[in-house]
């Protein structure tokens, strides 16, 4: 059931590549929520062209930019500011790519170039991205900025690889930023820790499946699908969450304090 809760805000989504994307589920749900939106993602992402149906659901214009070039950056910021006719009031971040996972190396045995490429894509992306908006003074006061992240950045999950590096960079990145922008125009910077879930970049983890039942088991709420976290994105970009900022917010049904539950205790044993 839509609240209005952002009507009149304009945001920007990165990420959305099809309907399973974090980004995908949070766009349709900012414009039930009343928002006006820009779509963008990588030209080679939009090539697959998955993304005009989102386009279309949502009446929002699509402008390539790879995160990691200032100028495509600079140049989707000025897009949506004509497109909206002025400041932005939210922007997900939602883009995570492994080069090392992708190509099969372990955590021993990186590659270090795939891996600055990584932590480039995965995190410095977002000072990227907050540091365009501060140069053309993009954020309206008060704007709200959340990036996706992954328990991973605070304990050891194995096959989460180099992105456990790069969501604790990210989650870094969250909070020195966030203070900086917070200073000068009280816009809020957050990150949510999501639970797993299937999309492309999920099942890109090896053992997938046995670890998203696992957390399942793991959860007392049970895991976080897509389609909550994107009611728990809008209620941070709505203006209910206004002194919210440099947190890591966990989105996972309970899985991060849970020691251990009965579920995986009887599975356990048998
Ligand atoms: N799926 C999970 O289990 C899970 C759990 C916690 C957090 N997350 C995080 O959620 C976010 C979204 O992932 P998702 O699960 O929806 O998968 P997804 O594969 O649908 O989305 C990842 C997006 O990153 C984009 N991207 C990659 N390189 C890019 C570049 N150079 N420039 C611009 N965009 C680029 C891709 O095109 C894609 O749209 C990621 O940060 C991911 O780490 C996912």
């Known amino acids: ?27 349709l749900r900012c414009h039930e929520e009343g928002a006006q939106l820009v779509l963008t993602n990588a030209p080679v992402a939009l090539r697959m062209g998955e993304i005009n149906k989102l386009a279309e659901a949502v009446k929002a214009p699509v402008v390539g930019a790879d995160v990691t070039n200032m100028d495509d950056l600079k140049k989707l910021f000025e897009e949506s500011m004509k497109h909206f006719g002025g400041g932005i009031d939210f922007i997900l971040h939602s883009i995570g790519m492994s080069l090392n996972m992708r ?18 894509i995965s995190a410095m992306s977002l000072h990227r991205v907050l540091r365009t908006a501060w140069e053309m003074d993009a954020l ?16 050891v999950f194995p096959d989460y690889n180099e992105m456990a590096d790069a969501k604790a960079l990210l989650e870094s990145v969250t909070r020195s930023f966030g203070y900086y922008y917070g200073v000068k125009k009280k816009v809020r910077v957050n990150t949510v820790s999501q639970s797993p879930t299937l999309t492309t970049a999920g099942s890109g983890v090896k053992g997938f499946d046995g670890f998203i039942s696992y957390a ?49 205790i009887k599975d356990m044993k048998e």
């Open 1 to 27: 059931m839509p609240y209005n809760l952002l009507k009149g805000k304009k945001g920007i989504i990165f990420g959305a590549l099809d309907e399973r994307s974090i980004a995908w589920r949070t766009a």
């Open 103 to 120: 190509k099969g190396k372990g955590y021993t045995e990186i590659d270090y170039e795939w891996n600055k490429k990584t932590l480039d």
């Open 140 to 155: 309206s006061e008060g704007a709200s900025v959340v990036a996706l992240t992954y328990i991973a950045a605070q304990r």
């Open 216 to 264: 399942e088991k793991m959860s007392p709420l049970g895991n976080a699908s897509a389609d909550q976290c994107a009611g728990y994105c809008v209620t941070l970009f709505s203006d209910l969450t206004k002194m919210v900022t440099m947190q890591n917010l966990f989105h996972d049904g309970g899985f991060s304090f849970t020691g251990v539950t009965e579920a995986v």
